[in-house]
């Protein structure tokens, strides 16, 4: 993966940040507002073009979960517009600030999802079964690209957990793996950058742990295209190319599925891919990152903030062989 340079844009080009306000964000917000927004050198390197915005449909109902369970992050949200207009989906291309306009009229419904392979019930779920299984979620979490920058995203979802209890993993499934769609008739470009379709893939314990989770919403309102629409895998304390989007097929499966960045570049891309400062990718330091909107770098931290709860998991590995 490239570092690409994005377009050039006047900081005047860039639509003024949104407060996102609800009850539990309130006071944080309030606190907040007076904060300086980005500045126009800090966009000169990641620039985020300006757009009319084409929201999503407000989720009815979206439950916080409990503080003791998803870590509450006191971190500014970052902007909507950035969010949505700075992004990596390279089945609609590989510049960042285009990947919006060219997945504008991606078609998204109907949408189904096959849950297969090593399960006692495999079933192919209609988006809305799969929204009906769990209520909605708000989960603020950081995500850190392995290209060096980060955000601060209010993910609307469900615990992936809650999808595979439904098929009865086997004892024999170790892995899962994920596949994105492929198919131009809805609208995607699929250029000659990576081999399609997209596919990723996690241990078992890892797609199981309470912080995974498929999201389909986001600041409160359904998933735009560019973000992967319908549902999209979000973890958290990994590489965000590990959060696969427009899912249509997971599959239980015995050993480590292969992993659409891997296999463009496997000694660059590990299957793990856990956030780690003290890892290089060959190409650049991970140390540091550039959060979207805010003026100088920040220290990238180990398992990108959530080594509490994940750590563990990962207990007596090697980090740097199992990268
Ligand atoms: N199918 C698919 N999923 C993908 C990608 C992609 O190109 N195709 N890019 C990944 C990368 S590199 C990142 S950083 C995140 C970006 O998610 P966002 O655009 O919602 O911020 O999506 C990930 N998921
Ligand atoms: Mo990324």
Redesign the pocket.
Known sequence: ?LIKKADDVKSSEITDQKTYLNRRNFMRAAALAGTATATGLLYRQFAVPAGPEVRGEKIAVVQTPAAEIIPPIDEKLTPYQD?TH??????FGTNKGG?AANAKNFVTRPWTVSVEGLVQRPKVFDLDEILRLAPAEERVYR?R???GWS?V?PWVGLPLAKLLKEVEPLGQAKYVAFE?AADRKRGMQLPNA?DWP?V?GLRLDEALHPLTILAHGLYGETLPP???APL?LVVPWK????????IIKISLVEREPPT?WNLAASDEYGFYSNVNPEVSHPRWSQAREQRIGEFGKRDTLMFNGYAEQVAQIYAGMDLKRNF
């Open positions: 993966m969010i700075y992004n990596n989906f390279y089945e990947v995500m690209c392995v290209e955000m995203i994105t990576l997209y990723e560019q973000n992967g999209r590489y965000g190319f590990k959060g696969i989007k427009s659409s």
